[in-house]
């Protein structure tokens, strides 16, 4: 039997995709390829062209690749873009995520994994968020993100005393970046490691938003965490379902303690070789000082770890970087 992911040609997906397979478990993939591509998909792993807002296409997927869980990873990921198109990105992000349970429901697939976001807490009032901090989303693509949530917790409860009681986990966390391979890469046109990266290809000096924060190097400081480490985790606690163990309905993948920007940025120009000198800017509004996520339970119950340095994070994403154009 095997597992599908949704959204398995993106960034994220991809590297799911390769977990799965390194672990023992058959991939299946399903994508649309609205921000993924089909380079990304291992060879031999079958792939389905379709949407999660195609509950046919979904169900009869499920059933011909005998799939017996789904790690959901297709979404609309940007939350500064959400704030202009929030209808596609309840669409994408909570249509979906419902039209994907009655596709399961009909094939009888009854254990998700959910990737969910860390931008469901908005800006909380602590700079350290634990699984029961609130959520105070500020973005439609956060609140999507919470609604889908809500969604698969109330699809558990109603299938509680069903035959095939629905077993679930969301996974929410902050930035991702690195590679796990040169074969995949963030091509997200909004995420820091790939804009940073393409302004060093260009010969332009990555910005800085802002250096008068109250942190130890005057930068905003947030939790960023390898694909790998990510991708693994998620494979764990589909590991975890299948196994029949009990998990939390929210984990964070987090690093509880966070990286500046100005770290970042420096490591990713020594990843380069470069010697250009970073620009600061005014800050953006709305930007906090710090938020990180503790990762203290999910390490405890699905093998969190944050086991590659910044220097790996930065080295690994400069080596599966396109050049320029």
Known sequence: MAWMVTGGAGYIGAHVVRALASAGIDPVVLDDL???????????????????????????????????GVIHCAGYKYAGESVKHPVHTYRQN?????????????????????????????????????????????SPYGESKLVAEWLIRDQVRATADSDAPLRATSLRYFNVVGSGTTEVYDASPHNLFPKVIRAIKAGQPPLIFGDDYDTEDGTCVRDYVHVEDLAHSHVAAARMLDAGRPLAPVYNLGSGDGTSVREIVGSLLEAAGSDLDPVVKPRRPGDPARIVATGELAGDDIEWKMSHTIHEMASSAWKAAPDAD
């Open 34 to 68: 609205s921000s993924g591509f089909e380079d990304f998909v291992p060879a031999g792993v079958p792939f389905v062209r379709g949407s999660v807002l195609d509950t046919a296409t979904v169900a009869a997927a499920l059933r011909e690749h005998d799939v017996r």
């Open 94 to 138: 909570v249509e979906g995520t419902g039209t994907l349970l009655d596709a399961m429901a009909d094939a009888g697939v009854s254990q998700l994994v959910f990737s969910s976001s860390a931008g469901v807490y908005g800006t909380p009032s602590q700079p350290v968020v634990t699984e029961d901090t609130a959520t105070t989303p500020e």
